[in-house]
Every structure is written in C-alpha cells, then in structure tokens.
C-alpha cells in the first residue's frame, strides 16, 4: 500500500507537470509567428471559463469541511479524490489560459497580425452562458431546501449539489472545447499554427491522471471514488479521445500540409515571411 501511495503521488504530479506544460507550446507558437492564424478563439474563451469552474470544485472537495462531510455522507464516509497537485494544476491552467485568451482579444497589444477567427463563436458563447445558468438554477434549488429545514446531504439537496454542478460545467466543456479547432483543420486541411507538442503533453497528462484516480480507488477499496469525482475521470479520459484526434490530423491526415493559405492576414505577407511562418509550424 505505501508503494502504490508513492506510485500516486508520482503519477499526480507529473501529470501536473505535462498538463500544466501542455499550454505553452501554443503560447509560444504564437509569440513565434506574431500571429493565431490557423486557430480560433473559441478554445481559450471556453477554456478559462472551465478551468476557473475546475479550479472551484476541486478547492472545495480538498479544503471545505462542510463540503468533505457532504460528500463522506454520500460516498460510505470516504474523502474525495481530488489531491494537492489537481488544485496546482487548475489553479496554472486558468492563469496560463487567460494569458493565452489574451493573445486573441488583444492582438494589436501583443504586435500580432491581423487574422480571423477574434471573436467567440454564437455556440461557444450560448455553452459559456447556459453552463452559468445552470449552475445558478442548482444554487436556487439547494437554497429552497434549506429554507425548508434541517437536509440530509445523502438524499436531499445541499451545498455539494452545488459543487459538483460547477465541476460538470468543466465537464461540458471538455467535450465540446476542441470540436471548433477540430473542424478548423478540416477545414484547413492542415494543422498549421496548432501546436502538436501541447496535444502530446496533454495525452500523457491525461493517462497519468487517470491513473492516479484508479490507484486512489483501489486504496480506498471503493470505486466510489471514481464516481464521486466524475468529471477528474472523464477530464483524462475525454482529453485522450480528442488527442488522437489531433495526433491523427497531424501526423497521418494532413501530414506535411500547409493548407488552404486562406488565412486572414496572410496575404498581407511577403512570401519570405509566409515561408517563414511554414518553417515555424
């Protein structure tokens, strides 16, 4: 058991580490162009927004005893998966992808080239604002409940309710955040200014997460701790099926493919500096 608890320890915070270094490939990549051409807005926005709502539940699984007494009273007295280096790594990622947000609504600050793609799309923007929404709806609900007496947080409504509705808006987000920047390489036919080092951090992160997850688990002699943090499990697993999505765009679908060169911006270019650009892509 002592070996299989340094075993976790090790997965956790490396995964910190590769998931946490899957953001600066693109932020550099960006830098190095002085352009986000051949991506969109759409992955940053809704990645703050997740990360914040990760960060958020994950705190309040690791350090709120109201919140950790809920959760024993629902998952046969256990604590909650979630350890140290998830509230490391949540906490880097919303600052790194606010950064990185940054770099698409403030070009003109960064002395970036003009190219499309600057605004959130009309279903990025109705995601962000419906998982808001829903989680408000769930806080007037738990409010309702103890507006009407003592709870039981086995069965009735309570502040835990809350938690894991903010925890699912990182959820959704992972499944959608990807699919816009997906369909922009389709549409490219080309990878180009999408960093694959950050696809290939992300994968071993999302490996190495999931098995962190496993390992508590079986320490605990409950899977319970594997449907009581759902979105930790998904997050690693969810990832990884975007991932090879990517990895098969990149290296087997438009491999050596610079695209449609119908960027916005681009034409503004000398060929020398498009040449160079393709060079750093």
């Known amino acids: 058991m002592g070996f ?15 998931w946490s270094a899957s953001f600066y490939p693109q932020l550099i990549l960006n830098l190095r162009r ?18 914040v709502a990760y960060l958020v539940s994950n705190a309040s699984l690791y350090y709120s005893p109201v919140i950790r007494s809920q ?49 959130p799309s009309r279903i990025i923007v109705g995601v962000a604002l419906g998982s808001l929404l829903g989680v408000f709806g769930i806080f007037l609900v738990v409010v309702s409940a103890a507006a009407k007496g003592p709870v039981d947080p086995a069965m009735d409504w309570c502040e835990l309710d809350v938690i894991y509705a903010v925890s699912y808006v990182k959820l959704l ?8 920047q997906i369909l922009a390489n389709y549409s490219n036919q080309s990878t180009r200014g999408w960093s694959i080092w950050q696809v290939t951090l992300d994968f071993a992160g999302g490996v190495l997460s ?24 998904a997050l690693g697993n969810v990832s990884m099926v975007y991932d090879c999505i990517f990895l098969a765009q990149h290296y ?16 503004l270019l000398g060929d020398e500096e498009q040449q160079r650009r393709r060079r750093l892509d």
């Open 34 to 51: 002085k352009s986000t051409s051949g991506t969109t807005v759409d992955f940053p926005f809704i990645n703050v927004i997740g990360f």
């Open 4 to 18: 299989l608890t340094f075993v976790s320890g090790l997965f956790g915070w490396i995964y910190t580490f590769c």
């Open 173 to 180: 987000i992972t499944l959608v955040k990807f699919t816009p």
């Open 71 to 119: 959760y024993a009273a629902r998952h046969n007295n256990l604590d909650p998966t979630v350890q140290f280096n998830d509230i490391v790594f949540a906490l880097h990622a919303s600052v790194i992808s606010t950064v990185t947000l940054s770099q698409y609504l403030l070009r003109s600050s960064w002395g970036f080239a003009r190219s499309a793609g600057g605004r």
């Open 210 to 233: 999931t098995g962190q997850q496993a390992i508590d688990s079986y320490l605990q002699h409950d899977w319970s701790g594997i449907t009581g943090n759902p979105v930790k499990f």
């Open 252 to 267: 087997i679908l438009y491999r050596g493919s610079h695209g449609k060169d119908n960027f916005e911006g681009d034409a």
